[in-house]
């Protein structure tokens, strides 16, 4: 085997391809990344860990076909490394040589007869805006568990009925949820599936600057893999397996106490306020008419208290949340106001956006999260 091709696009393959290597995969050949060389001028790199797989197409001057296994991670590495030239790269018996300038490299290579199978990409169920994706990916998967012993709330469901997508995430402490629209292969499309949110969230990233995403789901007994692809860039990943809970179901049917306020200033006063706060101590919001009133910290602790303007329906309330949980359903509004929609000061609060003080609530993505009870 033996390419040439350009150092930058060489580095973007790699690194993009090398991501979801795992730290510590159960046989050495799942740490490589498979590289083929095509006579046809096309480099395929490839990676696969018997969940996530990722596979990159990149042109090259292609002077001797073949396939070889090496290091996802050290060759990600080396080829960011490498100075801003040409990348020449050939075997030599067991080793895979790299070439770049003055700088020369050599890898072992893997058994690649040994490396699984890819997985082929699901069949086309539609094409979404990335622009649109990466957004509502993102507001989504704040809300997302992290507790790996919790699978099932590492999860992103994904509900699709015809020309519209619900994303739901939750951690038990709060509740995202975005509706967005896309152009199905079939408008008759009826779809669920639990993705990942870890891997929703990488390829929201890198793929949702390529203008489309394709996404696909397979179906048999039941949806198992999903698909992506965008740029010459494909990653399918296997499902999360269980009866995601009924979350929906959460979000209050009305809200007897609503507050308005602008958001940036909202998030700036909460992330000063939140410098006093210790770990695991939450943030006050004390609603009334015309104010809100942020503090934090108590009695011979450091305390932060500032006063915002806010516009209020109904009688006075305070609540208290995480500091961390309130600026990332802060952070994930996109609207210069948010409407916070309260039904009792220990209930879940329901946080919306809107685009003026007087404005109309926007129902296209909700943050519901649950409050810290206090003392009085």
Sequence with gaps: MRFRVER??????VTWTARTLPTRP????LAGVRIEASSEGTLSLSTFDYEVSARSEIPADV?????????GRLLAEISRALPNKPVDVSVDGSKVVVTCGASRFTLLTMPVEDYPALPAMPELSGTVSGDEFTHAVAQVGVAASRDDTLPLLTG???????????????????????????????????QVALVRARTLNDVAKALGSSGKVNMGLSTGAGVDLIGFEAGGRHTTSQLVDGDYPPVRRLFPDESPIRAVV????????AKRVALVAERNTPIR????????VLDAGQGDDAQASEALEASLDGE???????????LDGLGAMGTDFVRLGFT?????????????????????????????????
Aim: aromatic share 8%; hydrophobic share 40%; charged share 20%.
């Design 8 to 13: 930058d696009v060489l580095a973007d393959a």
């Design 26 to 29: 159960p046989a050495p050949v």
């Design 63 to 71: 002077s001797e076909s073949g396939t070889v296994l090496v290091s």
């Design 156 to 190: 992103v469901r994904m509900e699709i009925e015809g020309e519209n997508i619900t994303l739901l995430a939750t951690d038990r402490y709060r509740l995202a949820l975005r509706e967005m629209t896309w152009t199905p292969a079939s408008p008759s499309i009826s």
């Design 262 to 269: 602008a958001t940036s200033p909202l998030i700036e006063a």
């Design 285 to 292: 919001l004390s609603f009334s008419e015309g104010q809100v």
């Design 316 to 326: 006075d309330i305070s609540v208290a949340f995480n500091p961390q949980f309130l």
């Design 344 to 376: 009792h000061p220990n209930k879940p609060v329901e946080f919306v956006g809107q685009e003026s003080l007087e404005g109309e609530p926007s129902t296209g993505y909700r943050y519901l999260l649950v409050p810290i009870r206090f003392a009085s």
